[in-house]
T-cell receptor, first 115, second 115 residues
Framework: DQQVKQNSPSLSVQEGRISILNCDYT??????FLWYKKYPAEGPTFLISISSIKDKNEDGRFTVFLNKSAKHLSLHIVPSQPGDSAVYFCAASGRIYNQGGKLIFGQGTELSVKP | NAGVMQNPRHLVRRRGQEARLRCSPMKGHSHVYWYRQLPEEGLKFMVYLQKENIIDESGMPKERFSAEFPKEGPSILRIQQVVRGDSAAYFC?????????????FGQGTRLTVV
């Protein structure tokens, strides 16, 4: 039962353009969402998060949008840079769902930003 | 995420041996999580611990796997009688509070290879 889904395994974008990574979830009890970035042979690094009381959170080049009615969130990176090339994981958590414990991860989307 | 220390980084075990993976959380963090990443897959939750207590072990295989987070010392993930299917990257994460309230910080992982 995949509660958090990233349907695009890979995405290729030209340097300077916008990268949009998508994530869908099924459990309406999730109320906190995060994006992590992962390079090969390294651990995931936290990027940005959003609480379910918001629909947008911005941090520099990174913006996360949350559409609760559609159970969908997206990560926008603009402008994209070659150093952004990595695997991006969407994750969800829920204070009531699991006492604020585990993160449920999507399968990841591999972003390639071409110079 | 350099603050979460995992060792060893690489571990090779023969089938039937025991594997012990260690995780020292970031200073001040009392919540520890273990995740497993199989080849070509996302991160799967295994277990969530606080000092001396297992909070959620719903992702742990029923047999051969155990985890602890003692009052003193690192958290240990122990796999007894390893099989080839246990070959994966095992990541530890820590947080000062539950992940519904903030992000978790990951270590660089232990790559277990069972031969």
């Amino acid at each position: 039962d995949q509660q958090v889904k990233q349907n695009s395994p890979s995405l290729s974008v030209q340097e300077g353009r916008i990268s949009i990574l998508n994530c869908d979830y099924t459990n309406s009890m999730f109320d906190y969402f995060l994006w992590y970035k992962k390079y090969p042979a390294e651990g995931p690094t936290f990027l940005i998060s959003i609480s379910s009381i918001k629909d947008k959170n911005e941090d520099g080049r990174f913006t996360v949008f949350l559409n609760k009615s559609a159970k969908h969130l997206s990560l926008h990176i603009v402008p994209s840079q070659p150093g952004d090339s990595a695997v991006y994981f969407c994750a969800a958590s829920g204070r009531i769902y699991n006492q604020g414990g585990k993160l449920i991860f999507g399968q990841g989307t591999e972003l390639s930003v071409k110079p | 995420n350099a603050g979460v220390m995992q060792n060893p980084r690489h571990l090779v075990r023969r089938r039937g041996q025991e594997a012990r993976l260690r995780c020292s959380p970031m200073k001040g963090h009392s919540h520890v999580y273990w995740y497993r990443q199989l080849p070509e897959e996302g991160l799967k939750f295994m277990v969530y611990l606080q000092k001396e207590n297992i909070i959620d072990e719903s992702g742990m295989p029923k047999e051969r796997f155990s985890a602890e987070f003692p009052k003193e010392g690192p958290s240990i993930l122990r796999i007894q009688q390893v099989v080839r299917g246990d070959s994966a990257a095992y990541f530890c994460a820590s947080s000062p509070q539950g992940t519904a309230l903030g992000e978790a910080f990951f270590g660089q992982g232990t790559r277990l290879t069972v031969v």
